[in-house]
């Protein structure tokens, strides 16, 4: 496929991709609702397959809430994007040539059922002529399959030789890089926080060890529990799932306060939504009241993992600081508020309680936990953590099993807590555009 076609097909995965991310729902829950498989769906917004009807698509586009405009112009790339793969498929059939039948080679004879075998390669049955009218292709296609069966019988009679616990240690799945350091210049698009926790088992050295009470992880760091059954195998090592963590999301798409220890002439107006994590760096800045963290979970391969339970710990609480409290809007609201894990800071122990949605005076069932996921179905989990009178460091502990093993993993913020703080008595700002500036909040 040319650098243009590929363009073509890769700005139509781009369209799907930007509305799907406009919903709350996971590749699998939209597949449900498609009548479709869910590697299907993914694969339409990766680029890697064009459907052929666009009725999925706009069904599609219907779920996602498009408006009439952005249907035309997703049905205007999706025949682009057919286009450009018809075309690429012509022309890898005229370079090789599987228009017709293979080529025959010269001065070879096709339905010469006594002509001797080509220079080179061993007569299949010198004593049994071969059958009349077998192209010359099929002769060869025989010899070949022969060969493979011949090698594939001395692998399997190699491997069966070899002991079943033949396994060496640290032959684990390999540790994802770090993450890159983060930009703090304004404008700067934000990354989003992703681990990959260590692949290296916690286990214990006795069986008594193993009663003791789980403890919290640390940063980095998850616990599992392997499978003891007799005569099990040994499960695969690491774990087998990846999450990222975005905590600078915003009420609505733009409701949200952030604490920053400087006057109004020097904060800067607020960013969009998408640089908030980069506007926040620049100013020291804390959630105020607020953060909402939207976690994205998913399984390393097709095989299912179980989300088990999800826990909150405080690791420190004190007074809320001082500063001043700059609202990035003056007011506003949405017709759709997703299903979220509510947590309230201001417990002494906090839980993270699953809270319905609301979708124009629809419900959103809440999402109740065990719930599965893989590398074809991932979920994301939002979390809405309040507090009132604290300044409150906290960090999220995700439980999970698969294939007979048990881990948690630590959710937090580049390797560091989250950090949420009250307002009540501190001076608020909202920034006014006709007089470009922070004025009192009203």
Same mark, same amino acid.
């Given at each position: 496929?040319?650098?243009?076609?590929?363009?073509?097909?890769?700005?139509?995965?781009?369209?799907l991709?930007?509305?799907?991310?406009?919903?709350?729902?996971?590749?699998?829950?939209?597949?449900?609702?498609?009548?479709?498989?869910?590697?299907?769906?993914?694969?339409y917004?990766?680029?890697?397959?064009?459907?052929?009807?666009?009725?999925?698509v706009?069904?599609?586009?219907?779920?996602c809430?498009?408006?009439?405009?952005?249907?035309?112009?997703?049905?205007?790339?999706?025949?682009?994007?057919?286009?450009?793969?018809?075309?690429?498929?012509?022309?890898?059939?005229?370079?090789?040539?599987?228009?017709?039948?293979?080529?025959?080679?010269?001065?070879?004879?096709?339905?010469?059922?006594?002509?001797?075998?080509?220079?080179?390669?061993?007569?299949?049955?010198?004593?049994?002529?071969?059958?009349?009218?077998?192209?010359?292709?099929?002769?060869?296609?025989?010899?070949?399959?022969?060969?493979?069966?011949?090698?594939?019988?001395?692998?399997?009679?190699?491997?069966?030789?070899?002991?079943?616990?033949?396994?060496?240690?640290?032959?684990?799945?390999?540790?994802?890089?770090?993450?890159?350091?983060?930009?703090?210049?304004?404008g700067?698009?934000?990354?989003?926080?992703?681990?990959?926790?260590?692949?290296?088992p916690?286990?214990?050295?006795?069986?008594?060890?193993?009663?003791?009470?789980?403890?919290?992880?640390?940063?980095?760091?998850?616990?599992?529990?392997?499978?003891?059954?007799?005569?099990?195998?040994?499960?695969?090592?690491?774990?087998?799932?990846?999450?990222?963590?975005?905590?600078?999301?915003?009420?609505?798409?733009?409701?949200?306060?952030?604490?920053?220890?400087?006057?109004?002439?020097?904060?800067?107006?607020?960013?969009?939504?998408?640089?908030?994590?980069?506007? /926040?760096? =620049?100013q020291?800045?804390?959630?105020?009241?607020?953060?909402?963290?939207?976690? %994205?979970? #998913? @399984? $390393? *391969?097709? !095989?299912?993992?179980?989300?088990?339970?999800?826990?909150?710990?405080?690791?420190?609480?004190?007074?809320?600081?001082?500063?001043?409290?700059?609202?990035?809007?003056?007011?506003?609201?949405?017709?759709?508020t997703?299903?979220?894990?509510?947590?309230?800071?201001d417990?002494d122990?906090?839980?993270?309680?699953?809270?319905?949605?609301?979708?124009?005076?629809?419900?959103?069932?809440?999402?109740?936990?065990?719930y599965?996921?893989?590398?074809?179905?991932?979920?994301?989990?939002?979390?809405? /953590?309040? =507090?009132?009178?604290?300044?409150?460091?906290?960090?999220?502990?995700?439980?999970? %099993?698969? #294939? @007979? $093993? *048990?881990? !948690?993993?630590?959710?937090?913020?580049?390797?560091?807590?989250?950090?949420?703080?009250?307002?009540?008595?501190?001076?608020?700002?909202?920034y006014?555009?006709?007089?470009?500036?922070?004025?009192?909040y009203?």
């Amino acid at each position: 496929m040319s650098e243009a076609q590929d363009d073509d097909v890769q700005e139509f995965a781009a369209s799907l991709t930007r509305m799907k991310e406009r919903t709350d729902r996971s590749y699998g829950q939209l597949a449900r609702r498609l009548n479709m498989n869910t590697s299907t769906l993914h694969r339409y917004c990766a680029g890697d397959a064009v459907p052929l009807d666009f009725a999925p698509v706009e069904r599609f586009a219907a779920l996602c809430g498009a408006t009439p405009q952005e249907r035309l112009e997703l049905h205007r790339l999706w025949i682009l994007a057919v286009a450009a793969r018809q075309r690429s498929r012509t022309a890898a059939a005229e370079a090789t040539g599987t228009a017709g039948t293979p080529p025959e080679p010269a001065g070879e004879p096709v339905q010469d059922p006594v002509s001797p075998e080509p220079a080179g390669e061993p007569a299949l049955d010198p004593v049994s002529p071969e059958p009349p009218h077998r192209p010359w292709f099929r002769r060869r296609r025989f010899l070949v399959s022969a060969a493979v069966a011949t090698a594939l019988l001395a692998t399997l009679g190699s491997l069966s030789a070899l002991p079943d616990d033949d396994r060496r240690p640290g032959a684990s799945d390999s540790v994802e890089a770090a993450d890159p350091p983060r930009a703090t210049r304004p404008g700067t698009p934000r990354p989003k926080s992703t681990k990959s926790p260590s692949p290296s088992p916690k286990t214990s050295s006795s069986p008594s060890a193993g009663a003791s009470k789980k403890s919290s992880p640390k940063p980095g760091e998850r616990t599992e529990e392997p499978s003891k059954g007799p005569g099990q195998q040994r499960p695969p090592a690491g774990v087998p799932l990846t999450w990222s963590a975005d905590s600078h999301v915003w009420q609505a798409g733009c409701g949200h306060d952030y604490v920053i220890a400087r006057s109004p002439r020097q904060v800067p107006p607020p960013p969009a939504p998408q640089d908030a994590e980069t506007w /926040a760096g =620049t100013q020291n800045a804390v959630h105020g009241r607020q953060t909402l963290v939207e976690v %994205s979970v #998913q @399984g $390393r *391969t097709s !095989t299912a993992v179980v989300l088990e339970a999800l826990r909150v710990r405080v690791v420190g609480r004190s007074a809320p600081g001082r500063g001043s409290s700059y609202a990035m809007d003056n007011g506003c609201g949405g017709a759709l508020t997703p299903r979220y894990f509510d947590v309230d800071l201001d417990k002494d122990r906090p839980i993270a309680r699953p809270a319905d949605g609301n979708d124009s005076g629809v419900t959103i069932p809440a999402m109740r936990l065990p719930y599965r996921v893989s590398a074809e179905d991932p979920e994301v989990l939002l979390i809405d /953590a309040r =507090t009132k009178g604290c300044d409150c460091s906290w960090y999220l502990e995700l439980d999970w %099993s698969s #294939q @007979g $093993r *048990t881990g !948690t993993v630590r959710i937090d913020d580049h390797g560091r807590p989250f950090r949420t703080t009250g307002i009540d008595g501190l001076p608020r700002y909202s920034y006014d555009t006709s007089a470009r500036k922070w004025v009192p909040y009203s």
